[in-house]
């Protein structure tokens, strides 16, 4: 999956609108008042084709991830072998990226 950007009607900067597919959209909103902690099992998860480019993806962009029990760069495998990482956005929200081909 691509979060392909598509418009918003702000067009303030803080403000991005991303297309999840028909009629599926996220809206990322920055200007939290507060910085608050968020648990882990609270998460939005994405599949992505090549886990392993992705990951090199973040390293790039200096973007940390992890596995569940937060080991840098390290990938945790579930029971039916999907791997997954962990990263948080910009407000501490946390993002689940997988390798399911379910």
């Known amino acids: 999956m691509t979060l392909e950007p598509i418009s918003e009607p702000f067009h303030d900067q803080k403000h991005s609108w991303f297309s999840l597919g028909p009629h599926n959209q996220l809206h990322v909103v920055q200007g939290a008042q507060t910085k608050i902690a968020h648990d ?3 998460h939005l998860a ?3 084709d090549n ?8 390293k ?5 991830f992890g ?6 760069e390290k990938i945790v495998k579930r029971p039916d072998g999907v791997e997954q990482i962990y990263l948080q956005d910009p407000d501490g929200y946390w993002i689940e990226v997988n390798n399911d081909r379910g």
């Open 51 to 58: 886990l392993p480019a992705f990951m090199e993806h973040l």
């Open 40 to 42: 882990i099992n609270i």
């Open 60 to 64: 790039k962009m200096n973007i940390p």
């Open 46 to 48: 994405f599949s992505v």
């Open 67 to 72: 596995d569940w029990a937060g080991h840098s």
